[in-house]
């Protein structure tokens, strides 16, 4: 049996053992990564342990690989990509993609995602991401627009550029914004102490504004309605952890102690909205996802620690 030697990276501290696992080309999805934990095939630390475990920097990770069949073809990257398609037509795909799935082959990941899900069926933009217009981080969840053609492609990222695509997240943020409602208009760029976080505080800043809008004002929490102008990488996490209202289980960004509380295990974030002119009918069409089951359980939960101080309805 083939056997993987790992030392986790500073980086990595407080990755759940599954999702760190996943990460490696060797095992390539979540899926896999819990199925070789649940047979007692991991070990960090030199223990066996659980698929929640938080790795911690310097922890040895040993991983024994399951041997294929004899003679049996290896499983296509595309089939450990989970995703739901809700719109499709000659030009475009438009995708509700589950929290844990990569959009894009890239650092750490190499197989089992979303761009690779979709292979022959898109086009556009560079052959390892082929129709991709805009993506969404690993843990965030919800909907996605890709495009089936280099004119559509070029079309949509136009559209990006200049605003025109509407897009509309959920958050569960730790605290309660002062102001019911309003926009943060900050530059991000890479972290100057910490190069693998995204701040306002970086010699390299790109312009970045979200607005916002307090829906459900909580004791200890506020879910958010959110509206990106911009899309830069981490974004809204970035951003709400800059007004000291990280997102609820969130660990790079501040929120792991609200989302240990509350059960989740993952960022409470979720692109429940989207919204583009098509770029070849020039219907306009709207699209909205529902809050996933762990996101509905964490929500009523922070309802549940006490009465809420408002509501309002979508």
């Known amino acids: 049996m083939p056997r993987l030697e790992l030392i986790a990276r500073a980086e990595d501290a ?26 007692g095939h991991v070990q960090a630390g030199g223990r066996r342990r659980l698929k929640r475990h938080r790795v911690s920097a310097a922890e040895p990770v040993v991983v024994e690989l399951d041997d294929p069949p004899e003679g049996a073809a290896s499983e296509p990257a595309s089939a450990s990509a989970p995703h739901t398609v809700v719109f499709e037509d000659e030009h475009v795909i438009v995708v509700d993609k589950p929290a844990g799935v990569v959009v894009h082959p890239g650092s750490g990941q190499a197989h089992g995602t979303l761009s690779q899900a979709l292979a022959g069926r898109t086009a556009g933009g560079p052959p390892e991401r082929a129709g991709i217009v805009h993506r969404l981080d690993r843990d965030t969840s919800g909907l996605l627009v890709v495009a089936r053609s280099e004119a559509v492609h070029a079309a949509l990222s136009e559209a990006l550029r200049r605003r025109e695509v509407r897009r509309g997240y959920v958050a569960l943020v730790e605290g309660v914004p002062d102001a019911r409602g309003g926009t943060i208009d900050a530059p991000v760029g890479r972290d100057r102490g910490d190069r693998t976080l995204i701040s306002t505080s970086s010699d390299r ?106 509501r309002r309805d979508d």
């Open 205 to 310: 800043p790109r312009s970045a504004r979200t607005h916002f809008e307090v829906r459900e004002p909580l004791t200890r929490t506020a879910r958010l309605a959110l509206r990106l102008e911009t899309g830069r990488t981490h974004q809204i996490r970035a951003h709400l952890a800059a007004i000291e209202h990280p997102v609820c289980g969130d660990p790079r960004y501040g929120g792991r102690a609200s989302g240990t509380r509350l059960g989740l295990e993952r960022q409470f974030l979720h692109s429940a909205r989207l919204g583009f002119v098509h770029p070849v009918t020039g219907e306009d069409l709207t699209f909205e996802s529902g809050l996933p089951c762990d996101l509905q359980r964490a929500l009523e939960r922070a309802r549940a620690e006490s009465p809420p101080a408002g």
């Open 14 to 39: 407080g990755t759940r053992l599954d999702a760190y696992l996943a990460a490696r080309p060797e095992i390539g999805s979540r899926a896999a990564a819990q199925r070789l934990i649940e047979a």
